[in-house]
């Protein structure tokens, strides 16, 4: 079977997989098109990408255009002239872009498409505490994420999963994907399902992650806190504030891991419940979490434990 000529667009580590993938199984990549370097830390330094930091260890052309519908940019894709455009983790393209090559431009989605398109496939799944997920391939259309489907794969959510387990295992399985679908595309083995014929019942969404979506709301159940918490672990991380009204202190806290527990009360949500030395309980609907891992704003990640001896929480504490 005779490779075709792929441009491969991608920025994150999650692409990183299907790139090394696709070049252990000797497809022919002509050229990668990931972000621009930007500026980050106090010496506002130039960080590259992922997979540029890939691409120049294995010797292959980059591209890094700042707009898409940059003339250069479409000269240059006249140029090399793909035959086949595969993008993982990257921004919306144009549709002079996508329909260019003779094969079209497939994408690789973290979700059983068309339930979460969006920016946080993974995290929404595990937070709605979905019991499986998967990955999609599908060639590009005008609408984000509503492309025809070449192959899906289904993958367990465990109930101890969170987004960076599920991360990993997504990532590579989707590299597999990836490198399976340019094998059905070459040979024109596949059949393209529509994603209207496919769907079933209410599409649940995964919009992008926000400093207002996620904050924990402690009027849920104890299982319902306990998948928002894992399901933004490790980032963004679940936030809430840790609050003493009697002497107007708040500090805000992020949360990665909680034990659930279901029980009568009649405590209003977000009442603390501590002994000072070795647990720290919230109260929620009908039962409380009980808080293993957190990360008190300007303090590195710590368990209960070491919070409980640094931090002395006199009075009556709450949480919000």
Known sequence: MKSPAIIFYGTPEFAVASLEELLKNNHKIIAVVTSP????????????????????????????????????????????????????????MPEAVWQYPKLGTFNLHGSLLPQYRGAAPIH?????????????????????????IIMQEKIPIGKDDTTGTMYEKLKTNGASLVVKTVEAIVK?????????SVKAGILKAAPKLTRQNTKIDFRKKPEEVRNFIRGLNPEPGAHAELILPANYLTFMIKIYEVDAEEKEHAE??????????????????????????????????MTIKEFLNGFKMQGKWSMA
């Not at 992922?50 to 006249?78: C, G, R, W, Y």
């Not at 937070?127 to 492309?147: A, M, P, R, V, Y």
């Not at 309980?281 to 891992?293: E, I, N, P, Q």
């Open 37 to 92: 370097d930007k500026p980050a830390g106090r010496g506002q330094k130039l960080h590259t990408s992922p997979v540029k930091d890939f691409a120049l260890q294995h010797s292959l052309k980059i591209l890094q255009p700042v707009n898409l519908k940059d003339p250069a940019f479409m000269e240059e894709l006249t140029q090399l002239n793909p035959d086949l455009q595969i993008v993982v983790a990257f921004r919306m």
């Open 124 to 148: 929404w799944a595990v937070i709605n505490g979905e019991k499986e997920t998967g990955i999609t391939t599908f060639f590009l259309k005008h609408e984000i994420d509503t492309g025809g």
């Open 188 to 196: 024109n083995n596949f059949e393209l399902k529509d994603q209207e």
């Open 268 to 301: 209003p949500f977000g009442t603390i419940l501590t002994d000072h030395k070795s647990f720290l309980k919230v109260y929620v609907k009908d039962g409380l979490v009980s808080l293993k891992d957190i990360k008190v704003s300007g303090r590195g990640k």
